[in-house]
């Protein structure tokens, strides 16, 4: 009790709220470098999913392969890419290290959702005379749209969770508060700081579900839990 006790003293000081060090300054890195991430993990693996999906070719190895990935932890691929090259960079192996580990929920969620549309729904659209890419944006997304967010939202609380590995490389985020507590050999500020990281995902999944409980009915109504 006396080390949540200390940290809740740590988080309600003001001043480790304020200045470059400060908790907002940090919330704001680790909010940017999660929403980065989030966005190039979507441009890389759903449209791949997507056409995959509405070809119904193929995607069964690709999710297989990108499942493959989870295998392997982020920190290790972290590692890895500040021994090449791009370790140069001040940010690029962390937002390589983390869409790489965001890919494989938004590919396998998108790919389930496309090849679980109704086939009598496909059919259907097809006797009416659609395209391919009619077929696709007209009735397959929209239908696979509950899943395909379902995988939007893990990965966004996966990515503010793992996020903290920045810190590792020197970058920023909520994880530099971590590291710099167990430079200080500060369990308190240790444990604030995990208490923060754990706050912002919740966050991040509350916000989700409130978006899910305002949408459409027949998006709530298709969700998974």
Known sequence: MTTLTDAWHWLTDGAHW???DGIWH???EHLVLTVVCLILSCLIALPVALVLGHLGKGGALAVNISNIG???PTFAVLVLLLLTPLGQYAEGPTVVALVLFAVPPLLTNAY???????PDVVRAARGMGMTGS???WRVEVPLALPMIL????IAAVQLVATATIAALAGGGGLGRIITAGFNLASTPQVVAGAVLVAAFALLVE????LGERLAPGHLRDRSTP
């Open 18 to 20: 304020s200045g470059a």
């Open 26 to 28: 940090r919330l704001v």
């Open 70 to 72: 989870r295998a392997v």
């Open 112 to 118: 389930v959702g496309m090849r679980g549309v109704d």
């Open 134 to 136: 009619q077929m696709l």
């Open 150 to 153: 379902n995988g939007v939202r």
């Open 206 to 209: 509350g916000l989700f579900e």
